[in-house]
């Protein structure tokens, strides 16, 4: 049988009286797979006293393309999050491409078992979402049937609605659409939105920016939701920012004049005589011009952020005046990383690389430390069994991450007890702007380890080169080698409890 925690926090909702319980319960359940009749929707476990039936409110806000080193130096942000939060320094994106990261996120399960493994073909995107039953296996169903209020504002998957019956389609389980039409142009500047089944084209220049546009839907949101105070909320703000074309908003356009990109000692790296064909075959030395246009895309996303920072702002400004900050978990992080220079990659992701794979990951709520950073390996998939557990309901079988609530407590659990490998892969389809072979690896505190289909590998030793311009795969010592292989191999093919320490 499988084997999945529920974490229950008790919480007094009304006259914004809060308590985190320090325990948890952790029950176990079985079995495993995912097919919309095997695996109905999860229901809440059974209450007794001390526990009460009141539930947290969740948010998660979600960046597209958002690396790590950028967004943690933004100061409303540093602010909001890394100051009366808790960061966790050690966050992966475990596929990092949009469509296979954004089905990590919804269902809580490695690419390996979505099949949503690429942006565009016929195992890509909304296509290959919808075609999984994933439309009402996630993490909205499963917790509208949990009693929650449920909204998505911004990106569902890459091509929604491509292939769905109609094109304005609505998966079950969300109370309140408003998701961009990334079957057609999707930009910050001109889009259009499903908006509960009306669909409405918005332009910047008519004040339509996108992050304004859903940062307005959001607020609106939840003022209706707490008009039924006892019912907690659920809320997905899945920006568009600060992916390329980054078109900033207008007030914006003038700051950070004259920011460049960071030049760190992997950027335009000189030799990649060590590192696997794929990358010395495609990529060449950057030159003046190309590092103008690195430049020139860091300053817009540090611009487009601004207007992250504006819906962040005014999102705990709504709940502080509905007095429910105190009462609801909020969570932020990217879809991936991004290649900036580094590796002499322009821009991209869905490579192995720490540019790629490390994402901004913070949390702020109810009994969670301010101003703590966690080591702790960490990843999209543990988004779903994290919030499942925060409400209190029972983590289904499919779902591969595990729940990261025992790491907000005030003595959260050793490194050394928790997962020692984190699973990165590449199950297939193309990496943009470079092409490379399917790998799987595994990111450990202090190493990567990579294998590819072609049957190249690397291997890096963190602590001692950061910046991975070392690939040790050829004087490592054997039994290093061995022990992160035989770890691939066994997380490469897990599902639900077996992915999990």
């Not at 967004?71 to 949009?98: E, K, Y």
């Not at 449920?150 to 890459?158: D, E, I, P």
């Not at 998966?171 to 669909?199: F, H, I, K, Q």
């Not at 064909?277 to 540090?302: H, K, M, N, P």
Request: hydrophobic share 35%.
């Amino acid at each position: 049988m499988g084997r999945c925690a529920t974490i229950w926090p008790v919480i007094v909702r009304k006259n914004l009286v809060f308590t985190l319980l320090a325990g948890v319960l952790a029950t176990a359940c079985g079995g495993e797979g995912l097919t919309t009749s095997a695996n109905p929707p999860p229901t809440p476990t059974a209450t007794s006293p001390p526990f009460t039936t009141a539930k947290p409110n969740i948010i998660l806000v979600l960046l597209d393309d958002g690396e790590d080193a950028m967004v943690s130096n933004m100061p409303r942000l540093r602010a909001a999050f890394i100051d009366r939060g808790l960061r966790f320094t050690n966050a992966f994106s475990n596929t990092p491409l949009c469509g296979p990261s954004r089905a990590n996120i919804l269902s809580g399960q490695f690419s390996h078992n979505t099949r949503v493994i690429g942006n565009v073909g016929s195992e890509a995107g909304y296509p290959a979402w919808a075609a999984g039953g994933y439309d009402a296996n996630n993490i909205g169903p499963w917790l509208k049937a949990a009693g929650y209020q449920t909204g998505l504002f911004g990106k569902y998957q890459n091509d929604y609605p491509t292939s769905a019956s109609t094109l304005t389609y609505i998966p079950p389980g969300w109370d309140d659409w408003r998701v961009v039409m990334s079957d057609r142009e999707a930009s910050n500047d001109l889009y259009t939105l499903n908006e509960n089944g009306a669909l409405n084209e918005y332009k910047s220049a008519s004040g339509g920016y996108q992050a304004d546009v859903l940062s307005d839907r959001l607020q609106a949101f939840l003022r209706r939701a707490e008009t039924s105070d006892s019912q907690p909320f659920f809320a997905f703000l899945s920006l568009g920012a600060p992916h390329t074309p980054t078109a900033p908003a207008a007030r914006h356009l003038s700051a950070y004049a004259g920011a460049t990109a960071p030049r760190g000692p992997s950027f335009n790296e000189p030799d990649l005589s060590d590192k696997p064909r794929w990358l010395q075959d495609q990529v060449a030395l950057i030159d003046s011009a190309t590092a103008r246009d690195i430049d020139d895309d860091y300053r817009g996303s540090l611009q487009a952020l601004l207007a992250v920072e504006d819906a962040i702002d005014a999102l705990f400004q709504t709940l502080e005046q509905l007095g429910e900050t105190s009462n609801t978990y909020v969570f932020f992080t990217s879809d991936n990383g991004l290649h900036r220079g580094e590796h002499r990659i322009p821009r991209g992701k869905n490579t192995p690389y720490e540019e790629s794979i490390r994402m901004p990951f913070y949390v702020r709520g109810p009994g969670v430390p301010a101003g703590r950073t966690i080591e702790h390996l960490a990843g999209l998939v543990d988004l779903v069994p994290t919030f499942l557990g925060l409400s209190g309901t029972s983590i289904p079988s499919s779902v591969d991450g595990m729940s990261l609530t025992p790491l907000f407590a005030a003595t959260p659990p050793a490194v050394t007890t928790w997962r020692q490998e984190m699973l990165i892969e590449h199950p297939g389809g193309a990496g943009l702007p470079v092409r490379m072979p399917a790998y799987y690896g595994v990111r450990t505190q202090t190493e990567m380890y990579v294998e590819y289909d072609n049957l190249e590998t690397e291997y890096y030793d963190l602590r001692t080169d950061p910046q991975q311009l070392d690939n040790l795969v050829r004087s490592a010592p054997s039994a290093t080698l061995s022990r992160l292989s035989a770890r691939v191999a066994a997380l490469k093919g897990c599902r639900g409890s077996t992915c999990r320490p």
